[in-house]
Nanobody, 120 residues
Framework: QVQLVESGGGLVQPGGSLRLSCAAS????????MGWYRQAPGKQRELVAAITSGRTNYADFVKGRFTISRDNAKNTVYLQMNSLKPEDTAVYYC???????????????WGQGNLVTVSS
């Protein structure tokens, strides 16, 4: 089994910064893509950023403010969030598209979610 464990959320004032981390553990052969999604109250879950073999993809609403990075040796993905706005308040989820052996199919695994609150 594979598990994603997130850390780093919390309360921050507008204009502040936070760094989220997500570490994958368990039976992992290869991780193709790691990413971050978020879900605000009453809204659908949406993509924030993703990283695949060093290539990054960002939602328009975070470009220039958020940076996704990855440490392949640690199977960990990070999300550095700067210039935070109240509308960034949401539960942030990481995910990974991975397989546990060379013969397994790729599957998507989700983290438990981490609340980020941007408020004065």
């Amino acid at each position: 089994q594979v598990q994603l464990v997130e850390s780093g959320g919390g309360l921050v004032q507008p204009g502040g910064s936070l760094r989220l981390s997500c570490a994958a553990s368990g039976s992992i052969f290869n991780i193709n893509t790691m990413g971050w999604y978020r879900q605000a109250p009453g809204k659908q879950r949406e993509l924030v950023a993703a990283i695949t073999s060093g290539r990054t993809n960002y939602a328009d609403f975070v470009k220039g403010r958020f940076t996704i990075s990855r440490d392949n040796a640690k199977n960990t993905v990070y999300l550095q969030m700067n210039s935070l706005k109240p509308e960034d308040t949401a539960v942030y989820y990481c995910n990974a598209f991975l397989r546990s052996s060379p013969t397994d199919k790729y599957l998507t695994v989700w983290g438990q979610g981490n609340l980020v609150t941007v408020s004065s």
